[in-house]
């Protein structure tokens, strides 16, 4: 194996699946039991934002009642224990990564543990329900708080952080993501293009498998681990 300095490492809502947290495509899926279209795009929220203020606040009310799982802690130990570069980048809203204890992480489609006042621009740690159109902390103003969530149609957070690590990166990872929603989609394809090799882990193969090296088939919960003490055992 080629020396490896520099990981990144993509994950989706798989890799909370066995911390009881819906995924979005799967069976009893969260595209399942709602329509992406009336809960998840800036048009929903102008046309019923107590609909989508109530899927967010069911979401984040489930949070309080999952914990990390071993793939979670996994990838926190490699945080702390990685001498080169790492950086997780999640799919995921919730908060289980920084609750397993790792660091080097970033959120691009947002965090259900986070507001955004459409008042002010402020952005400010929540733990609580925003249908019931809580006050703005920072400039006061009622009802002007959305979930910061990245809907379809916006912009995910911090893409030159994230392609610039990809640049730079000697191995991808891509752990519970189905690959059906870009610009993730694609991530494997630019750490490719600057010479990375890519892994995917994935309780089924995911829309884009063909583009990694290599592609291990199970549950996170298994295979994080021991892919962490491969790589821990390598450096
Ligand atoms: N271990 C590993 N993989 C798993 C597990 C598990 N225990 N359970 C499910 N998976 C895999 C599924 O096989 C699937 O490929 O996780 C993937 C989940 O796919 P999605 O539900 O599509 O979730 P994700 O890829 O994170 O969705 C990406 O789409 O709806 C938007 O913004 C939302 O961030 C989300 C994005």
């Not at 934002?49 to 009310?61: G, H, I, K, T, W």
């Not at 990166?169 to 490719?192: E, K, M, N």
Request: aromatic fraction near 8%; include cysteine.
């Amino acid at each position: 194996m080629p020396e490896i300095t520099n990981i990144v490492i993509l994950t989706g809502a798989g890799i909370s699946a066995e911390s009881g947290l819906a995924t979005f495509r799967g069976p009893d899926g969260l595209w399942e039991g709602h329509r992406v279209e009336d809960v998840a795009t800036p048009e929903a929220f102008a046309r019923d934002p107590s609909l989508v203020q109530a899927f967010y606040d069911a979401r984040r009310a489930r949070l309080k009642s999952a914990e990390p799982n071993a793939a979670h802690r996994a990838l926190a130990r490699l945080d702390a224990e990685w001498p080169g570069e790492l950086l997780i980048v999640t799919q995921n809203v919730d908060d289980l990564h920084e609750r397993a204890g790792a660091r080097r992480m970033l959120h691009m489609h947002g965090e259900l543990k986070s507001a955004w006042c459409l008042g002010c621009d402020a952005r400010m740690r929540w733990e609580g329900d925003l249908g019931d159109h809580p006050a703005c902390p920072e400039c006061g103003a009622a009802g002007r708080l959305r979930p910061d969530i990245v809907w379809f149609g916006e912009m995910p957070y911090e893409m030159e952080r994230i392609d610039g690590a990809l640049m730079q990166s000697d191995l991808f990872v891509s752990i519970g993501t189905s690959g059906a929603v870009y610009p993730a989609a694609g991530f494997v394809q630019t750490a490719r293009h600057y010479g990375a090799r890519t892994l995917e882990m994935n309780l089924d193969p995911s829309l884009g498998s063909y583009h990694f090296h290599e592609s291990r088939i199970g549950r996170a919960g298994e295979l994080v681990p021991m892919w962490v003490e491969e790589v821990l055992g390598s450096s």
